[in-house]
């Protein structure tokens, strides 16, 4: 695999991690309502649910999807349901006040992020699409091992930074303060966002 190859995937792959989607939503979302440390492991997470959707398009899952059309829709259906579960949940709590804590004291714990970062990741599956479609037509299958695990490395760097980077500047006082203010529309509004976006899922 050539470098010019390399860096078209890295910088493919950077461009659709910044475009909106499931992942920036919920981003947003913890980080104006809990914090910067739970948003930065729920980046975290999310860096390792599109690893894991890089790793599974290596190994041939896309091939997978070619052979058995019927698999793709399965798991596009119940990303979409999970999607969906997260919008009734923001929606149904969206006049319920924050938690009261001390302010170095996270409303949700890393680790529950940081899960929370990899199921809304894996919930979504085009990223298989998308790195099915970039790793067939640019990785040659004899790349040598270490070039892929760069690859993954590379992946998951794009993917948790650019989130951490909207983290940062999402959970600043201004942002928060706003949040408090208008809980409850915020989050009907990420709820009906996230809701959109299932949809949107599930009609392919």
């Given at each position: 695999?050539?470098?010019?190859?390399?860096?078209?995937?890295?910088?493919?792959?950077?461009?659709?991690?910044?475009?909106?989607?499931?992942?920036?939503?919920?981003?947003?979302?913890?980080?104006?309502?809990?914090?910067?440390?739970?948003?930065?492991?729920?980046?975290?997470?999310?860096?390792?649910?599109?690893?894991?959707?890089?790793?599974?398009?290596?190994?041939?899952?896309?091939?997978?999807?070619?052979?058995?059309?019927?698999?793709?829709?399965?798991?596009?259906?119940?990303?979409?349901?999970?999607?969906?579960?997260?919008?009734?949940?923001?929606?149904?709590?969206?006049?319920?006040?924050?938690p009261q804590s001390a302010p170095d004291v996270p409303v949700r714990g890393s680790a529950s992020a940081f899960r929370l970062g990899i199921t809304t990741q894996l919930a979504?599956?085009?990223?298989?699409?998308?790195?099915?479609?970039?790793?067939?037509?640019?990785?040659?299958?004899?790349?040598?091992?270490?070039?892929?695990?760069?690859?993954?490395?590379?992946?998951?760097?794009?993917?948790?930074?650019?989130?951490?980077?909207?983290?940062?500047?999402?959970?600043?006082?201004?942002?928060?303060?706003?949040?408090?203010?208008?809980?409850?529309?915020?989050?009907?509004?990420?709820?009906?966002?996230?809701?959109?976006?299932?949809?949107?899922?599930?009609?392919?």
């Amino acid at each position: 695999m050539t470098l010019v190859a390399f860096l078209t995937v890295a910088t493919l792959h950077l461009l659709a991690a910044i475009s909106p989607g499931p992942a920036f939503v919920m981003c947003l979302r913890v980080s104006v309502a809990e914090g910067f440390r739970p948003a930065v492991a729920l980046s975290l997470g999310m860096g390792l649910g599109a690893t894991l959707w890089a790793f599974a398009a290596l190994a041939g899952l896309a091939v997978l999807f070619e052979v058995l059309p019927m698999a793709l829709t399965v798991l596009r259906f119940a990303g979409a349901a999970f999607l969906i579960w997260l919008a009734v949940m923001m929606w149904k709590h969206a006049r319920k006040p924050l938690p009261q804590s001390a302010p170095d004291v996270p409303v949700r714990g890393s680790a529950s992020a940081f899960r929370l970062g990899i199921t809304t990741q894996l919930a979504n599956p085009k990223p298989a699409v998308f790195f099915g479609a970039v790793f067939v037509g640019l990785v040659p299958g004899d790349t040598a091992l270490w070039v892929k695990a760069l690859l993954l490395a590379v992946v998951f760097l794009n993917e948790a930074l650019w989130y951490i980077a909207v983290s940062r500047l999402m959970s600043g006082r201004p942002a928060q303060t706003l949040y408090r203010k208008a809980k409850t529309h915020l989050d009907r509004l990420f709820g009906g966002l996230m809701a959109a976006l299932a949809v949107k899922l599930a009609a392919g």
